[in-house]
């Protein structure tokens, strides 16, 4: 498995591959997107299982999937990749964002899932604090309501 300055210099080269190369701005914008959130992703792969499909999927995202289908796209000609239908009537272009909206999708699962158990630690606090301090609370009520000064 790539270390995590691996991963990480993976997300720079594709993102300075559709900064610097003439893309569309639809390209761009998805995969800018798509690496901000493994770059949010990355210090938190070990909640979701070091060694899982969820990290595993975060990694080849980074280090494959994603690089994969930008090289594949630009190693077209751009006007022959953009208006010339290949697949289903798709041209690369269409089926290139496609990918990125799967990949989007993804990534964004993954995020929700790591995120999880940050979440999950939060309401079960809440849940202590309530249980904690509830009781004084309407101790304080009763003897509000009942006129006597503390």
């Given at each position: 498995?790539?270390?995590y300055?691996?991963?990480?210099?993976?997300?720079?080269?594709?993102?300075?591959?559709?900064?610097?190369?003439?893309?569309?701005?639809?390209?761009?914008?998805?995969?800018?997107?798509?690496?901000?959130?493994?770059r949010?992703?990355?210090?938190?792969?070990?909640?979701?299982?070091?060694?899982?499909?969820?990290a595993?999927?975060?990694?080849?995202?980074?280090?494959?999937?994603?690089?994969?289908?930008?090289?594949?796209?630009?190693?077209?000609p751009?006007?022959?990749?953009?208006?010339?239908?290949?697949?289903?009537?798709?041209?690369s272009?269409?089926?290139?964002?496609?990918?990125?909206?799967?990949?989007?999708?993804?990534?964004?699962?993954?995020?929700?899932?790591?995120?999880?158990?940050?979440?999950?630690?939060?309401?079960?606090?809440?849940?202590?604090l309530?249980?904690?301090?509830?009781?004084?609370?309407?101790?304080?009520?009763?003897?509000?309501?009942?006129?006597?000064?503390?």
């Open positions: 498995m790539p270390t300055e691996e991963i990480l210099a993976a997300i720079v080269r594709v993102e300075q591959l559709v900064c610097r190369t003439d893309v569309p701005t639809v390209v761009t914008a998805r995969v800018l997107r798509i690496t901000r959130v493994l949010e992703l990355l210090p938190r792969l070990s909640h979701l299982g070091l060694g899982s499909w969820d595993y999927s975060v990694m080849a995202t980074a280090t494959d999937y994603l690089p994969e289908a930008v090289n594949a796209y630009l190693r077209l751009r006007n022959w990749a953009d208006t010339r239908p290949i697949s289903n009537g798709k041209t272009l269409m089926l290139l964002v496609e990918q990125l909206e799967l990949l989007t999708t993804t990534v964004d699962e993954l995020f929700d899932a790591a995120v999880r158990q940050d979440a999950n630690d939060l309401v079960v606090h809440g849940l202590f309530k249980e904690r301090f509830a009781a004084g609370v309407e101790v304080e009520n009763l003897t509000e309501q009942a006129g006597v000064q503390p």
